[in-house]
């Protein structure tokens, strides 16, 4: 069977297809190709740029602007080729090389120079750089703006309802009350906090050979600087130079942004579940678009599916990225190959990610607050405030203020006329008693109103 959507194994190219095609220029094997042939130029570059290297003269601009033009037009069919040197040589990286030299040798001016392509490398030096570039890449094209739009539809959401008084629920129990906007608002915050902190993971590279020490570097030009060198190159492609490392970069900088992102998708698995619930107690209804079907047999149903399905990818996609976490900075002495297979996968966790915020942004989109379900909620729990009018008590040493109300309210239905005449009865200042029995379940909200629109 020829590859199509219908016929792919994995979803985030088959059934999902249409939701990560922004992924398949930054982390397919298209691109990993790319970028391993842009990490070669540039380092065919930065030799031509070093002048204790005589073997290599400086560049001139006909032969700088060959060389950008063969990485702008790099496309399918060029990546094409380079599958099919590897089909013959059995060696990935390798192949990048080869394809490499055989472009060059269209031009005279860089065919004189061929050899030193891949120049001292391992097929780390080349791998770590690529991987990383497209690792930046997708937070930065992909990742970040989609967040981005997430967290602010978000905000949104707890503005237009920061004043809603909504009945607490701890323990799943009725409890103190707060407001719809100021619990989208602690979302907001959170997943705030942990969306920068995953931008600001840094990505770090090297190039310093076989095992880390640039041993056949020095053999053939021991006056060369090669660490200054492999700075100023690694800091040129946008990455964060490492100084010590074995035959591969250790992947420290990968794990810290894998466990960035799961740490942000837990917030949002979180989220998820308390929007479903929410839908469950009827606080927020959904949107009813007519054409859809919710249930195969049940006509009246409207599922929260976009919130379920963004809970099912990110566990996935955090269960991928908490393994890449773990494995990839494990290598046994100077280098195994387990990292390999694992690396092929990040734009698997990345995708369920992905498809996880397009899911949770359009659910949001679909949110429409019940305010009749919140305001019958909370009135027939009014025993919430038996938490106000204790401490009101112990403010002016009422004596036994907890143990009164615990008395009075606890698991019992508790009438308002029940509650009011028992603050009637305390020994209290007229005004502090004023407003006490002025407090309904819907204003005793405290600064949720405010929190929530400071966001």
Request: hydrophobic share 45%; with cysteine; net charge negative.
């Amino acid at each position: 069977m020829d590859l199509t959507r219908l016929t792919a194994i994995s979803p985030i190219d088959g059934r999902y297809g249409e939701k990560t095609t922004s992924l398949a220029p930054l982390v397919s094997e298209y691109a990993l190709l790319r970028q391993r042939l842009t990490v070669e130029v540039r380092w065919l570059q930065a030799l031509a740029a070093e002048p204790a290297i005589r073997e290599v003269p400086a560049l001139s601009a006909n032969a700088k602007r060959f060389l950008e033009t063969l990485l702008e037009d790099f496309d399918l069919h060029a990546a094409e080729r380079i599958k099919h040197i590897e089909r013959t040589i059995n060696h990935d990286v390798k192949a990048v090389e080869y394809f490499l030299k055989e472009r060059l040798a269209e031009y005279p001016e860089l065919a004189a120079v061929r050899e030193f392509v891949h120049f001292a490398c391992t097929s780390e030096d080349i791998n770590n750089l690529a991987y990383a570039r497209m690792l930046k890449a997708v937070r930065e094209e992909v990742l970040r703006p989609g967040l981005d739009a997430l967290i602010e539809r978000l905000r949104e959401l707890a503005h237009v309802h920061a004043g809603a008084a909504m009945l607490g629920r701890t323990h799943g129990q009725p409890a103190s009350p707060t407001t719809l906007g100021k619990e989208l608002a602690n979302s907001v915050r959170r997943l705030q906090r942990q969306h920068q902190q995953f931008l600001d993971v840094p990505l770090p590279g090297k190039i310093n050979g076989a095992v880390g020490n640039y041993n056949a570097h020095v053999c053939a030009y021991p006056e060369v600087d090669w660490r200054a060198l492999a700075r100023r190159y690694i800091e040129g492609l946008g990455l964060e130079w490492n100084p010590y490392t074995t035959q591969i970069e250790p992947h420290d900088g990968i794990a810290e942004l894998f466990d960035a992102l799961a740490r942000l998708n837990t917030v949002l698995i979180d989220l998820a579940r308390d929007i479903w619930g929410y839908i469950a107690l009827g606080y927020f209804k959904q949107r009813l678009i007519e054409s859809e079907v919710g249930s195969s047999t049940m006509p009246h149903k409207i599922n929260p599916i976009d919130f379920e399905n963004a809970e099912g990818n990110l566990g996935i996609a955090n269960a991928l990225l908490g393994h890449l976490a773990r494995k990839l900075p494990i290598s046994r002495w100077q280098r195994d190959l387990t990292d390999s297979t694992a690396l092929r996968n990040i734009g698997v966790a990345l995708a369920h990610s992905h498809i996880a915020y397009q899911a949770l942004y359009k659910g949001l989109g679909k949110l429409e607050a019940d305010y009749q379900r919140l305001h019958d909620d909370l009135e027939a729990n009014w025993a919430v405030l038996a938490e106000a009018v204790q401490t009101v008590m112990r403010r002016y040493g009422i004596e036994a203020p907890y143990e009164r109300l615990k008395a009075l309210t606890r698991g019992q239905r508790v009438e308002p006329a029940v509650l009011r005449a028992f603050m009637h009865d305390l020994n209290l200042p007229e005004p502090a008693r004023r407003e006490l029995e002025a407090l309904t379940p819907a204003t005793y909200i405290g600064l949720a109103e405010r929190l929530a629109r400071e966001v």
